[in-house]
Every structure is written in structure tokens, then in C-alpha cells.
């Protein structure tokens, strides 16, 4: 459900000179596939699996394509429950280095900032041994990016500082 309400999101984009009726039928779509997917997890689906072949779950999908809509669901749904769902590797990325790969999509910024805003530990290294911010675009918005990642390595640094004091 999840593949399918992105490839229509995709779909979707790449229709810039579309009619006003075909917006609609794909608006339509997108809010039956949303609910499909409310449904599917309302009965019992779980958040948590992960794909056999590729190890990635419902949030690697969801931010590889950008979808900002179930991206807001899932961390909902996972609201202070598991920062392992956050910081789940799949291929050796987050989603948080998947966000930050994500060159030209109108959302990047956002979906970091969810992600960070939800826990996303932005030190964690991949398979090349690169952080998040190693992924982030050269330019100007590769340089945005960089600075968000920044932020909030420096806040997930704190937080795991105050937690340490405590114990």
C-alpha cells in the first residue's frame, strides 16, 4: 500500500501540465490509498516489519519517495515508542541519510526536520562509513541541508548528555 501510494505520488509530480479533473482523480486516489494503509495498520499491520529483500520498513519507503503525508502518519504512530524505528539501517542507511540523498525534492527539508524532530540520530555512519551529512547536495541547498544536520547533531548530542547526567 505503501509502493503504490508513492509510484501514484510519483506519478502525480511528473504531471506538472495535467487538467484539473485528473488532479482530482489522482487526489482521490492518493486519499483512498491513505486509507488503506490507516486501515491495514488499524487492524494489525505493523509498522515495524521490514521488507525480506530489502531490509527497509514503511519509513525507509516513505521518505525515499518524499511522501511527507505518511511520513507525519508513521512517526505518529510512533510517537516516544522507538527511536530504532527512527534509526533503522536498511542497506547500511537510515532514513535520515536517505533524506539527506534526496537531491531536488521539494520536501527534503521538511522530512529532516521531522526525522530530527522525532529522534533521528544524525551521527550514525553507514556502510561507506558516511553520517547524513555526508549525503547532503553541494550548493546552496546541499548547504541548508548540512546546517539542519548540524543542528541536530548538536541536539541529539545534548539530549544523550542530560540522559547520561541522570543515570
Known sequence: AVLAHNALLREQQGLHTTV?????????QSKELESCIHLLVQTG??????????????????VQDG??????YF???????SKDFLNNKAHGNTALHMAAALHRDKNQKEIIQLLLDHGA????RNLD?????HMAPSGKA?????HLLKKGR???????CRRNARS
Open 45 to 62: 499491520a505493523s509498522i515495524y516489519s521490514r521488507d525480506v529483500k530489502s531490509n527497509k520498513t514503511v519509513l525507509h519507503y516513505t
Open 129 to 133: 562509513n558516511d553520517q547524513p551529512i
Open 20 to 28: 484539473e479533473q485528473r488532479q482530482k482523480d489522482f487526489q482521490h
Open 67 to 72: 511522501n511527507i503525508s505518511l511520513l507525519r
Open 154 to 160: 548538536v541536539a541529539s548530542a545534548f539530549v544523550s
Open 142 to 146: 546541499g548547504d541548508q541541508i548540512r
Open 121 to 124: 540520530d544524525p551521527s550514525i
Open 75 to 81: 512517526l505518529e504512530l510512533n510517537a516516544f515508542k
